[in-house]
């Protein structure tokens, strides 16, 4: 006869894989340490840039309704940035909150669906030892909110709270794009259960966000409607050796190949309708996403697979379908050595991505991240000592460079950062980065101008700065501060 499983059971596992977030957090919050874990996926752009628009918000707000880092999600960070006073770390300690939180709505969405008890713990452990999941929830980035708004609302869907979660999956826009996905899918679930007044709420949240930016900041529709980074060749594993590399190395996790077990078995099941809906949707989205870059950029394969993420809670809920049809009986011993068999395998996924080609151009060793946060300090104190109130710093087209994302990272927040630019003529186009003003063309009057280049600048191509200066150079990362006059 088994024992009872007791209630507390599960929420000790939740909370020592929040704890183990934690410590990671605080490992990867120095991120030459972080280049250790992950390389790749973790630190390709995003990681920082969504960190250096939020440490900007108590000096210009309106870079919350900027629609590359959305306003749902921005209003989010920007709490726990001024709640929590530890930078960057703030905000990956932000995400293991909510990730933690996705683990205890799969627990509760498995009591709702009546699955065993023997299998939540073995659950619970695959979903957190997923290597996106895992690795995710110790970044800045989106996908850990938008997972657990999409959790929340179908959890509330199920519970019949339809009008609490018409108001979740409204927001879902706001934190990631994608979200109107979500807003067709609910459009579609609930349109008999709710009055047409409630179902037009479902769509306010995203037109009103659309409607101020175009009317007020000049942004096109298109961006913010279905924007993907399928045209940009340096997001493509081109070739078919890097494609079965990632297939290999994410897709062998036993998550999906367990969740595809348990998606057949409940096939006709009513309590998983909403589940599957939403889970088909997701793979969806993923399939447009790939064949649009496939066909936009000619690469085979986008390396963005963190829009894996929002898949990996609702798989793992077909998974624990799967688990238990697969095995009638799981003791105390076996649960624990497939815990561990599924840890070992994500230690050596994690590992394996060190070795893709990729990785290593996100790489700066001990000594040159001691010469930028040195660079970052002496960009600050000649600011103050100049007693310059406003300045713009005008990277050009290297924004994107480690070196300049990671100095960037590093200043303080009232340093408004221009990007997108061509050094050689400084024409700025500010569609993202716009940081003053999100109808920003040019440079603003007034401004003290420091550009920061990879090379030395040609001084007799720069026909709008008639006035160029070298302040400082650092020839081992390399970095070159140049101040300019702006005519």
């Not at 088994?2 to 020592?16: D, E, M, R, T």
């Not at 995710?136 to 997972?147: C, D, F, K, N, R």
């Not at 990671?406 to 340093?415: A, K, S």
């Amino acid at each position: 006869m088994n024992k009872p499983v007791s209630k507390a059971y599960p929420f000790l596992l939740i909370g020592i894989i929040e704890v183990f977030f934690l410590a990671l957090a605080w490992f990867v919050s120095d991120i030459s340490q972080a280049a250790r874990i992950d390389r790749f996926f973790l630190y390709y752009v995003d990681d920082i840039f969504r960190y250096c628009h939020v440490k900007t918000l108590p000096f210009n707000p309106a870079v919350i309704l900027n629609y590359y880092c959305k306003p749902g999600y921005m209003l989010i960070a920007g709490l726990f940035h001024s709640l929590l006073p530890f930078g960057m770390l703030s905000l990956r300690i932000m995400n293991t909150i909510f990730s933690s939180a996705i683990l205890f709505l799969v627990y509760k969405f498995m009591v709702l669906l009546s699955l065993p008890k023997k299998v939540h713990f073995l659950t619970l452990v695959l979903l957190a030892s997923f290597p996106v999941y895992l690795i995710l929830s110790v970044s800045v980035l989106s996908e850990v909110i938008y997972s657990f708004f999409i959790m929340l609302s179908l959890y509330l869907f199920c519970l019949k709270k339809y009008k609490l979660s018409v108001i979740f999956v409204s927001l879902l826009p706001l934190i990631r794009q994608e979200g109107l996905i979500y807003v067709f899918i609910w459009l579609f679930l609930t349109f008999k259960q709710l009055r047409l007044k409630y179902l037009v709420f479902l769509f306010i949240p995203a037109a009103c966000w659309v409607l101020i930016n175009k009317l007020f900041f000049g942004h096109p529709f298109i961006k913010f409607i279905f924007y993907l980074p399928t045209d940009f060749p340096v997001n493509s594993l081109a070739l078919p050796s890097g494609f079965l590399s990632l297939l290999r190395l994410m897709g062998a996790h036993p998550l999906f190949l367990l969740s595809i077990i348990g998606l057949f078995a409940v096939s006709k099941d009513k309590p998983y309708r909403a589940l599957r809906i939403c889970f088909l949707a997701q793979i969806a989205f993923f399939i447009v996403l790939e064949s649009a870059h496939f066909f936009k950029s000619g690469g085979l394969f986008c390396r963005e697979i963190r829009i894996l993420m929002p898949l990996a809670p609702l798989a793992v809920l077909f998974a624990a379908k799967g688990l238990s049809l697969l095995a009638k009986k799981y003791n105390f011993f076996i649960r624990f050595l497939l815990a561990a068999i599924l840890i070992a395998i994500t230690v050596f996924q994690l590992g394996r991505l060190q070795l893709l080609p990729e990785s290593s151009q996100e790489y700066v060793s001990k000594n040159e991240e001691i010469l930028i946060k040195d660079a970052s300090g002496w960009l600050n104190s000649y600011i103050k000592k100049e007693a310059i109130t406003r300045v713009c710093v005008v990277p050009g087209a290297e924004v994107t460079d480690k070196i300049i994302r990671r100095l960037w990272m590093y200043l303080p927040g009232q340093i408004a950062f221009y990007a997108d630019g061509d050094e050689s003529d400084s024409f700025l186009n500010n569609d993202v980065f716009d940081f003053i003003d999100l109808k920003v063309k040019k440079l603003p009057p007034n401004t003290a101008h420091i550009f920061i280049s990879k090379n030395r600048l040609n001084f007799n191509t720069s026909e709008k700065y008639p006035k160029i200066n070298l302040l400082k150079d650092y020839p081992e990362i390399p970095l070159y501060f140049y101040q300019a006059e702006y005519n």
